[in-house]
Structure formats: C-alpha cells, structure tokens
C-alpha cells in the first residue's frame, strides 16, 4: 500500500507539490494526470526515496520512505520517464544483477519469461548500449517486474513503446494490481488512463484537484461541469 500524508516540496524558489494526501491500496492502480511541471515526477520520486519531501510523510508497504527507506525500497519499483540503464551490462546481466541485488528465487525462469512477454529474448547478449530507445524502457520494466514488488511507481511508461510492448505493459500492470500490487502510473496519455487505472489523481500546480475512483471522477465532473470524457475532466480540472 502506498499512503502520502500532507507532503510538501519545496525546490528552492518553486513550491512543487503542495498539501498532497492520497492513498493507493493493494489491487488499484491509480492513474497520475496533469500538465507539465504538476508535480507528477517530483511525487514519485518522493516516493522512491529520491527527493526529500521538505514536509510530510509518505510511506510504502508500511515502511517511511524516509525513516526505513531500505525497507521501503526493497518493496517498491520505479521506472523513471528516462530509464537509466548500465551501457555496458547486456540485457542478460541487468536482470542477473537485479536479481541479486533483490534476492529473487528462481531468478533464471522469471527473467526468461519477462524477456519473452517483452520481446527481448533475442537480446539478452546485447548490450544496454545497443538497444533501440523502447528496448532500453522495455528492459527497465523487465527490471521492475523481476522481483513482485508491491509497489510499483511508473513514470510515463508508454514512452518508446511499440504497440505489443503497450499491451503488455497494460495488461501486465492489471494483472499485478490483480495479484495485490499497488500501483502508480504518471501519464500524458490519457485514453492509457482510463485503459488501466481504477483511480485518478489529478494534480494542478502541485495542488491536487481530484482524487478517487475513475468512475467517481466521471460522475462528479459530469454534474459539476458537463465534462463527458477524461481530456474534458482534465481541462475542466486543470488551468
Ligand atoms: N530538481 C529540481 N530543482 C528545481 N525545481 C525543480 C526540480 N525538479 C522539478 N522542479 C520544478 O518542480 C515543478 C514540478 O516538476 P515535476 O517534474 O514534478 O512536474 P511533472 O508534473 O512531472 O511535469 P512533466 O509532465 O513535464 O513531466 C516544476 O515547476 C519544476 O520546474
């Protein structure tokens, strides 16, 4: 479960993310939307143990990211917009080492089968710096996927994907939010939203404008604004 307590951050002269409390459990995934510089990355990083909130607490799989962040980060996956991978480690080793540093069991099986969903398998020998800009992104999600964390953090994740690495992504999220992951997915693309995500967080400069389950969503936007579809509720919701 993830659960954000009245988080702050503040960059130097820019108030990022403002007064931000949600909650996402086991089995929902919850669809991050709003326009560029609403605080969506700076809110998964926060929960990745990368930024510092400036106030607040956020927590993962019952852990404080800042308190126990080994903990934390030992339950959770982020998949930043950029993915950084190892140039020189092949797509094989990536998953080897990841496998070693989570401690995953039957880590050879596991990988193999991601490598085959992902369409990767032909590359295991290939180095990182070798690969196409959505192979790079399908490896990193390879990575995330290898040891079931409980929380996953996606960060546009789409970007560079094919249309078969886009089904599976969409699919394979439902499925481990199925299997009880919590799950976060930051998106400009709004029609993935409403494909994957049971809940929506709509943030406007850093402050959020809506959050709860989508078919709340559309029903509140409906009455209060006559907005219909997700990109409607989004400029209803965002200035
Ligand atoms: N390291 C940083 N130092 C200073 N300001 C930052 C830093 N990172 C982000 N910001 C600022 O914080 C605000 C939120 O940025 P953030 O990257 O979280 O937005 P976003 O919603 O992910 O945007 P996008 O959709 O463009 O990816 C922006 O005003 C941005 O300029």
Redesign the pocket.
């Known amino acids: 479960m993830i659960v954000v307590d009245d988080f702050h ?1 503040q ?2 002269q ?1 108030l ?2 403002h007064d931000l409390s949600f909650r996402v459990e086991p089995g929902e995934v919850l669809g991050l939307i ?12 926060s929960l990745a143990g990368i ?1 510092n909130p400036s106030r607040g607490q956020l927590s993962v799989a019952g852990h404080d990211v800042s308190r126990e962040p080994i903990a934390a980060k030992s339950q959770l996956a982020y998949v930043p ?1 950029d993915p950084p991978n190892f140039s020189d480690l092949t797509v094989g080793e990536h998953l080897a080492f990841t496998a070693s540093v989570y401690r995953v069991d039957d880590a050879q099986r596991k990988a193999n089968t991601l490598l085959e969903q992902f369409e990767l398998a032909a590359k295991q020998s290939t180095p990182a710096r070798s690969l196409s800009r959505g192979m790079r992104q399908k490896l990193a999600i390879c990575c995330a996927y290898l040891y079931d964390p409980a929380v996953l953090l996606l ?2 994740p789409l970007t560079g994907l094919d249309p078969h690495g886009i089904r599976t992504l969409k699919r394979t999220i439902r499925e481990r939010a199925d299997n009880g992951a919590a799950a976060i997915v ?1 998106s ?1 693309l709004l029609a993935m939203v409403e494909d994957v995500c049971t809940h929506v967080l709509i ?1 406007d400069k ?1 402050t959020k404008q809506f959050c709860g389950p989508i078919e709340d969503l559309y029903r509140h936007y409906e009455r209060e604004q006559q907005a219909t579809s997700l990109e409607d509720i989004f400029f209803a919701a965002t200035t």
């Open positions: 951050k960059y130097d820019t990022a993310v709003g326009p560029n510089g609403a605080g969506k990355t700076t809110t998964l990083r930024v917009d960060d546009e930051s400009h943030l850093g």
